[in-house]
């Protein structure tokens, strides 16, 4: 089992503690030396202040972010939670990963989702409405565009003819893409075009806001495994090559003060068994402090006794 963090920015307003050079280069350092195998961040480049007021929250630049973490880092997998894709040009997001995953020397894993912010949509110029359309043609304008010289493009969203985009990532053939979302279409995309799924936990309440299928329970998430494993199969790939990530319910908060190691790491055993390959472990943000306290004693009460 690998663990992963978002740099915890939760609210509106932020933690300015958090959100400097030196706050993302020490929560980046401190989840690498406390075991952590995974570091990202949240996207939103043009939230509502409608949706911000509602419990949204503020957020970095992830791919700007991720190369500052990566600077200060030497084996911490950069791993955004996650890009909406259709907000982006796929070759600008075909640069910006490519980039990173150069100059972190294959480090990088591009986690992508639809997006269900129509506000966020409207202020980024971009229509809500096929937003699906998007997503899957940018996907195939990423992989084709790490993998391939002279590439030609002729697609409902996005034309090119004869694109060379060098250098190339270092990983090989390129770096892996997850695919968010709950949803059997989801699924269906990480069948065709993903080395990995990463649902979110989502009562029925905030399932209906983010417009994605309710999954807060460890049946669903076994159903939706097992829908996953259908679908991978009859596309022909192998379901062990394909990462799954989600968060432990077990065990309370790793932040709080009555958090429960043991029954934690019973809910890992649990999520092993139904081939979940990465946890998703939520830190606090209130303070630089309370973070890294957690961080380390995540460390000794899991992440050491789990390996």
């Known amino acids: 089992m690998r663990f992963a963090i978002t740099h915890p920015m939760h609210s ?3 933690n300015p503690e958090l959100v400097t050079g ?34 949204g929250h503020d957020a970095l630049d992830p791919f700007v972010a991720m190369g500052f973490a990566a600077a200060h880092t030497a084996t911490l997998r950069l791993i955004p939670n996650i890009v909406v894709l259709p907000y982006r040009n796929p070759f600008v997001v075909a640069k910006s990963g490519a980039t990173l995953d150069l100059l972190s020397g294959g480090r990088f894993t591009l986690a992508v989702g ?22 899957e043609e940018a996907l195939s304008v990423i992989r084709t565009v790490w993998t391939t010289d002279d590439i030609s493009v002729e697609g409902k969203h996005f034309a090119a003819r004869g694109i060379t985009a060098h250098p190339r990532p270092v990983s090989r053939p390129h770096p892996p893409i997850w695919i968010g979302g709950n949803t059997g279409a989801a699924r269906q995309r990480v069948a065709e075009h993903g080395d990995g799924w990463c649902p979110f936990p989502a009562p029925a309440g905030l399932a209906a806001t983010a417009r994605t299928a309710s999954l807060d329970t460890a049946e669903h998430l076994a159903a939706g495994i097992d829908d996953l494993r259908r679908r991978l199969d009859a596309a022909g790939r192998d379901g062990s090559q394909i990462d799954i990530t989600f968060t432990n319910f077990a065990g309370g908060h790793p932040g709080d003060d009555d958090f429960n190691a043991d029954a934690y790491l019973s809910g890992l055993d649990k999520l092993a068994a139904l081939g979940v390959t990465w946890v998703q472990v939520p830190v606090p943000g209130d ?21």
Not at 22 to 40: H, I, L, Q, R, S
Not at 114 to 135: M, N, S
């Open 22 to 55: 030196a706050g993302v280069a020490t929560v980046a350092a401190a989840a690498e030396a406390a075991g952590f195998d995974g570091f990202g961040f949240t996207d939103h480049p043009a939230p509502s202040q409608r949706w911000l007021d509602a419990g």
């Open 114 to 135: 639809v997006g269900y912010l129509k506000r966020e949509f409207a202020a980024l110029g971009v229509d809500y409405e096929e937003r699906t359309q998007l997503f």
């Open 287 to 307: 303070s630089l402090a309370h973070l890294l306290e957690t961080l380390d004693r995540f460390r000794v009460q899991v992440i050491d006794v789990a390996r």
């Open 12 to 14: 509106h307003p932020y």
